[in-house]
């Protein structure tokens, strides 16, 4: 296995941080995408050991950093608030495209250029952003969400008082940062609501979809995956509940090592991908 880091440059302002896993023996292997959720980053806690699972499992793999997510130049600490105030849900999928439009065009993706069978994975409100993109781009063949949310309501419930200020505040409770989200993400949402309905797109998918929850999960609960499971489409879709699975799984940031239900994770989406990737 081989992992290169890369920079895409959208604007000189907006750039994409991102790690290219080589499998042993490239030819003809199929590629999986990673992005992670509000607050993460592609060296997050577990997420590396993971992706490292999956290439080893003969799979390119793709993680990056959304350009707004915060994650400065050193890619480990949030030393970007101000691009991460003016993310939205938009900028995510715009960045998710543009990584595809690379992979088919950019030298630095050479390997993989022959158009390979594409899985796309995100956790948290990562899934909510890999399903419309999905939705959307016939690029992508398979889509699997960890913890993913479902729907935008628990901003949209606080929209009166966003609106009010401009922006929401909250301290990160492991940087202990205060962090701003300006009323620019609602206003994404709102005038684009039809392409920002989570459940809308699940029905229109055409492609597999495995969606991945634990029951214990403290941030996004375990209702948003039966609402994405009831709203799919059955032949091709898959819940798979891991019992005493917390948002992350068990695993924390700095990563200490893994967990039963990490695991668990990690080796039911392998054999799912592998049934409709390879």
Not at 117 to 144: F, K
Request: glycine share 8%; charged share 25%; aromatic share 12%.
């Amino acid at each position: 296995m081989e992992k290169q880091s890369f920079i895409l440059e959208i604007t000189p302002y907006r750039k994409i941080h991102g790690d290219l896993r080589i499998p042993e023996d490239p030819t003809g292997k199929p590629l999986v995408i990673f992005c992670h959720g509000f607050k993460g980053f592609k060296d997050w806690g577990g997420w590396n050991y993971a992706l490292d699972r999956f290439c080893l499992e003969d799979y390119f793999v793709i993680s990056i950093n959304f350009s707004h997510n915060g994650i400065g130049d050193d890619l480990q600490n949030f030393t970007e608030l101000e691009k991460f105030a003016d993310n939205t849900i938009g900028k995510e999928i715009e960045d998710l495209k543009f990584l595809l439009d690379e992979i088919e065009n950019n030298s630095i993706f050479s390997l993989i250029r022959w158009k390979p069978q594409i899985g796309v994975i995100g956790h948290s409100r990562g899934g909510g952003t890999v399903i419309l993109t999905s939705a959307a781009d016939e690029r992508i063949n398979a889509v699997v969400t960890w913890a993913g949310m479902a729907s935008w309501d628990r901003y949209l419930e606080m929209k009166d008082s966003w609106k009010e200020s401009g922006f929401i505040e909250f301290e990160n409770a492991r940087t202990k940062q205060i962090m701003r989200m300006n009323y620019s993400f609602i206003e994404d949402i709102d005038n684009n609501i039809t392409q920002r309905d989570i459940s809308d797109a699940v029905r229109k998918l055409e492609i597999p979809q495995l969606i991945i929850h634990g029951d214990q999960d403290e941030a996004v609960p375990l209702s948003a995956a039966e609402l994405l499971y009831n709203s799919s489409n059955k032949d091709r879709s898959r819940l798979e509940i891991v019992r005493g699975g917390s948002h992350t799984f068990g695993t924390a940031h700095p990563f200490n090592g893994s967990t039963p239900y990490f695991d668990e994770v990690i080796r039911k989406t392998v054999t799912w991908l592998d049934s409709y990737l390879k």
